[in-house]
């Protein structure tokens, strides 16, 4: 008996890891005969779990959803990556998600082994959140949107704008994008039949959805590239256009998605498109980068930064 419920329990591990498995992929992986898999399948199944199958050269074995949620069976590194994210997320920039968050991370406290709960501790203990703290979002908005985007539904909603004017609007959504300060939905706008960004925490999705469609290709083919250039103008007073005389993948391990839009211009230098609230702040940074750089845009970065050269040469001699 105690064989027979370890082996139920790997079978129902492996039918979570991923959507179909065939009987005889399951039998190998439990070193057992395909009918003691189709015996323990039926197990399943008087127990409570929906487990589809299907016939044929194609057939298999699906676990399906059911009334209740079934218990999720997770390797360490699986542990450790929840308990984390949970203790992310009691902090994070989703409204009310909050204090269910500390309610999930309570109970899976209360079940981790001890050496899984030191492992976790050590990583909260030595984890610091530089995220910035943006306008939170309600988690049933962010449900929704993501429902729509996995569902290729248009997206029916009302919109206020940063000036505070409010419009009802239709759109096919592509993708949620988190800046580390605010959340952003890219979407084609039909009204308008053009690509736009669309601040979270400003949506107020209406019910029913609108049709299905044919999913576009993003704008650059790249959604956060896109909604980082395009957000930069509320998020930044000046905006600056930099080359970094540093190849990319130098440049990349040392500035965060925060710090702008980053790309390459050749395997000697790389572009930052970036920005700060006052000049003075954008020098300060640029100059922290410990890297040559040249300013394409804007001039007056460019008039400030002889000042301050003056300023620093005066001042060392």
Do not use: C
């Amino acid at each position: 008996m105690l064989e027979t419920s370890t082996r139920l329990l790997r079978l129902l591990s492996l039918l979570q890891a991923r959507p179909d498995w065939s009987g005889a992929e399951l039998a190998d992986r439990l070193a057992v005969t395909t009918r003691t898999v189709r015996n323990d399948i039926e197990r399943l199944r008087i127990l409570g779990y929906q487990v589809h199958s299907t016939t044929g050269t194609a057939g298999g074995y699906r676990l399906g959803a059911g009334a209740a949620l079934p218990p999720l069976l997770l390797d360490d590194e699986e542990v450790i990556a929840v308990a984390v994210s949970l203790h992310g997320a009691a902090g994070g920039t989703v409204t009310g998600i909050e204090e269910t968050s500390l309610r999930a991370l309570t109970k899976l406290q209360q079940m981790l082994p001890s050496r899984l709960r030191h492992r976790v501790d050590a990583v909260r203990a030595a984890t610091i959140s530089v995220a910035g703290r943006g306008p939170t979002v309600d988690a049933e908005t962010l449900t929704v949107i993501a429902a729509t985007i996995r569902d290729h539904e248009q997206l029916r909603f009302d919109y206020r704008g940063h000036d505070g004017t409010a419009s009802a609007r239709t759109a096919e959504p592509h993708r949620l994008v988190y800046t580390g300060q605010r959340w952003y939905l890219l979407a084609w706008d039909n009204d308008r039949r053009d690509w736009r960004t669309f601040r979270a925490d400003r949506i107020r999705p209406r019910t029913p959805n609108g049709p299905r469609f044919t999913p576009r290709e993003p704008p650059g083919g790249d959604a956060a590239a896109h909604v980082v250039r395009g957000s930069s103008s509320t998020v930044w007073k000046h905006q600056a256009l930099i080359r970094l005389h540093a190849p990319v993948e130098t440049m990349a391990e040392r500035l965060t998605p925060l710090a702008g839009l980053l790309r390459s211009m050749d395997d000697q230098s790389s572009i930052l498109e970036t920005g700060a609230d006052s000049l003075h702040n954008l020098a300060a940074f640029l100059g922290s980068l410990d890297v040559a750089f040249t300013v394409i845009d804007p001039p007056e970065l460019r008039a400030l930064l002889r000042t301050l050269a003056d300023h620093y040469t005066n001042a060392a001699r």
